[in-house]
């Protein structure tokens, strides 16, 4: 058995980041940036008001001063002429502030009659105009990789970026193996249960930018599994779940061997998830996940996630581990590390109190993994310990 950072290691082993391709703008929310992105442009490209009101020469900025209004500068449509002191363009947000003036006098403080405003409050120590470029410069960097956000997508776009380039999705099939599955919306017969973390594994990689494939549910006989792996050309990632112990009915490694897998590893020196495998088949990296529906989800949280953030070119890091304050006492921990499914609320972390790998009633009330590393000694409540948040 090896560690979980071991175990890492060697995943990480198995993959380098795909290539990149060109996207619309419109159709990057949530892909990875692959390469940096140059601003075409100043933002705001001219000085511009901040405020409704009057441009001005800021010596005029005086209680009592009277200044001739000698036309307007709207969002879109500039004044043209140059403005000399004693007058006022009628200016409104957004607008290019006219050539001259260098200060804006917002129209609560003035009084204004006919073609005429006189300054009535000297309240401002600001000129409410904002220069060229205040918000970045031709030329500016956006770094890559990184996640492209919504508002990563409105920066993009006010840079008068249309297209980006970014990591092709890493495609995913997963076969779940198991004669007593069936998919959701089956009528199951008296031994047969529903697939059931196929489907949270399918929802917590597409989260993350993969493109997900659920294939046919694999019997537990050489020939179903045989049939499975033949659905898998292209993926980038094949996830197995279930099958992958020692019993008479796990065949996942027999046939995986068969199809000429390079194995990297088969135990870790986790609770929950001890049966997971993993290695190279032809392109393809394989990991073999156990059945047991918190064991999976925990292993896609632990293994999977850091996996496809390596395809995606984020960088090969474990999953990032958070503190709080421990709620109760916890006894010590055996040798194995243990993610145990937990709630954190403002900084205070309890872990529930059955965590059976079977229990996805649990799993579904937790959004932390409290992390016992191997052989950690008792806890106290007020301890500080990491989770990772999910
Ligand atoms: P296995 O690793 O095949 O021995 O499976 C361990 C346990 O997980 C068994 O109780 C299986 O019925 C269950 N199991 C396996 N695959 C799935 C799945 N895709 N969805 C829900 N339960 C599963
Ligand atoms: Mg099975």
């Known amino acids: 058995m090896i560690s979980v950072e071991q175990a890492l290691k060697q995943l990480f082993a198995l993959v380098e980041p795909l290539e990149s391709e060109n996207v619309a703008l419109a159709s990057a929310n949530g892909r990875t940036l692959a390469q940096p992105v140059f601003a075409k442009r100043n933002q705001p490209p001219f000085a511009a008001s901040a405020m409704d009101g009057f441009a001005i020469y800021k010596s005029d900025y005086q209680i009592g001063r009277t200044l001739q209004v000698i036309g307007e500068s709207a969002a879109g449509a500039r004044f043209e002429y140059k403005m000399l002191e004693g007058e006022a363009v009628r200016i409104f947000t957004g607008a290019p502030v006219p050539t001259g003036a260098d200060w804006i006098v917002i129209q609560e403080d003035v009084d204004a009659i006919g073609r005429q405003i006189t300054i009535r409050d000297t309240r401002e120590s600001k000129s409410y105009i904002r220069p060229a470029g205040t918000d970045f410069e031709t030329g500016e960097t956006l770094d890559a990789p990184q996640v492209v956000t919504p508002q990563l997508i409105a920066l993009l776009a006010s840079m008068n970026i249309a297209n980006v380039n970014v990591t092709r999705k890493p495609e995913v099939a997963i076969i779940s193996t198991g004669s007593e599955l ?160 937990a709630h954190v609320f403002d900084g205070v972390i309890t872990p529930f109190e059955r965590q059976d790998s079977a229990l996805l009633s649990v799993l579904a009330k937790a959004n932390a993994l409290l992390l016992r590393p191997p052989h950690e000694d008792a806890k106290l409540a007020g301890d500080t310990v990491t989770f990772v948040p999910i």
Do not use: W
């Open 182 to 341: 069936v998919m959701p919306g089956e009528t199951p017969g008296d031994d047969q249960i529903i697939a059931s973390n196929t489907f949270g594994l399918k929802a917590m990689l597409e989260a993350n930018g993969a493109n997900v494939r659920v294939l046919p549910i694999a019997h537990d006989t050489a020939p179903a599994l045989r049939t499975a792996f033949s659905l898998t050309q292209g993926a980038d990632l094949i996830l197995t779940i279930g099958g992958a112990s020692v019993g008479d009915h796990d065949l996942v490694a027999g046939v995986t061997e068969e199809l000429g897998m390079e194995r990297a590893f088969y135990k870790v020196a986790m609770r929950p998830g001890k049966p997971l495998m993993a290695g190279k088949l032809g392109k393809a990296t394989m990991i073999g996940l156990p059945g047991n529906p918190v064991s999976a989800m925990v292993c896609g949280q632990i293994f999977v996630l850091p996996m496809l953030c390596a395809l995606l070119g984020l960088g090969k890091s474990p999953a990032p581990h958070h503190s709080a304050k421990l709620a109760n006492d916890m006894p010590s921990n055996g040798p194995r590390a243990h993610y145990m499914r």
